[in-house]
Antibody, heavy 120, light 108 residues
Framework: EVQLVESGGGLVQPGGSLRLSCAAA????????MNWVRQAPGKGLEWVSY????????YYANSVKGRFTISRDIPKNSLYLEMKSLRAEDTGVYFC?????????????WGQGTLVTVSS | SYVLTQPPSVSVAPGKTARITCGGY??????VHWYQQMPGQAPILVVY???DRPSGIPERFSGSSSGNTATLTISRVEAGDEADYYC???????????FGTGTKVSVL
């Protein structure tokens, strides 16, 4: 059974850092493209970052470029999002999600999300 | 940057048909995907590649796309369809994934 479980969220001060993890089960990250998507409280979905199945293609939303870094550990089958210089507008639930078959397909599996709150 | 515009809300009576539009420049040339999100839950893919349904999604959910508008149609609407719906595409120009603004479907 495919499962994605995020962790690592919490309360952090503006300017601080946080590392989110997404543990995958039921498939290998080396076979699928992956994304991070976030949702501010009461707002819509916002794409954050993408990593290809080979790991050699990475994209970031303009709002996080230069501050966030996506990475993965294949033996641990885990995806990560390193977040630095956090701002109040980074507050929200962060989801990891798998692309159905390639970079241009829909996101077929999502984790339950982990809440990040940036506040002093 | 590429923008996808959805109506903020759609109201529909049980048993009727709900149509949710997603407007974007030449969206007919892109693959459009649709998600359903219940309060406090992760989104669920209900239509991908304009009109295909993942396994387990009822046939009542269908999609189409042409020109500058994509549409998600929910036939024979049920109370359980009440949720937020988002369209999404890949914009090759910006190398960004883009989500629509979201539509809240209310069942009267």
């Amino acid at each position: 059974e495919v499962q994605l479980v995020e962790s690592g969220g919490g309360l952090v001060q503006p300017g601080g850092s946080l590392r989110l993890s997404c543990a995958a089960a039921g498939f290998s990250l080396s076979d699928y493209e992956m994304n991070w998507v976030r949702q501010a409280p009461g707002k819509g979905l916002e794409w954050v970052s993408y990593m290809s199945s080979t790991g050699d293609t990475i994209y970031y939303a303009n709002s996080v470029k230069g501050r966030f870094t996506i990475s993965r550990d294949i033996p641990k089958n885990s995806l990560y999002l390193e977040m630095k210089s956090l701002r109040a507008e980074d507050t929200g639930v962060y989801f990891c999600a798998r692309l159905l078959y390639n970079w241009n397909s829909g996101l077929d599996y999502w984790g339950q999300g982990t809440l990040v709150t940036v506040s002093s | 940057s590429y923008v996808l515009t959805q109506p903020p809300s759609v109201s529909v009576a049980p048993g009727k048909t709900a149509r949710i539009t997603c407007g974007g420049y030449n969206i007919g040339y892109k693959r459009v995907h649709w998600y359903q999100q219940m309060p406090g839950q992760a989104p669920i893919l209900v239509v991908y590649d304009d009109s295909d349904r993942p396994s387990g999604i009822p046939e009542r959910f269908s999609g189409s796309s042409s020109g500058n508008t994509a549409t998600l149609t929910i036939s024979r609407v049920e109370a359980g369809d009440e949720a937020d719906y988002y369209c999404q595409v890949w914009d090759s120009g910006s190398e960004h994934y883009v989500f629509g603004t979201g539509t809240k479907v209310s069942v009267l």
